[in-house]
């Protein structure tokens, strides 16, 4: 009886950087990571949204569909826009410090607004 492996995501990662004949090196410095982990991108088990936007950024790959098995291409372009999330953030300040909340406030969503997500 033979066993079917199939590919894993870091396998299927790895095989397209070279079928595109894409240097291993450069994506690594495009991304900001050593060269080691694209080195060794296909013993990875996981992978996390950030990390495949920035290989997709570096290399015109695109894999950010993997994490959402469920999505397929022709029912939404990029699967992860239809995620909506609540974010609650505890601070401690001084009476100081409340004066500036609003700053705070326009930081955090121009920061997320430049990550390319859209606040509601």
Sequence with gaps: MSKVFEETLGEKILKAIK???LVQSKIADKMKVSRQIINQIDRRKTFDLEFLQKLKDATDLDFTGYLYPNKTPETTEKPYDIIEMSLAIKLKSTPEQISRMGELMT??????VKMGFTIM
């Design 19 to 21: 079928e595109k004949g």
């Design 107 to 112: 930081n955090i969503r121009n920061e997320a």
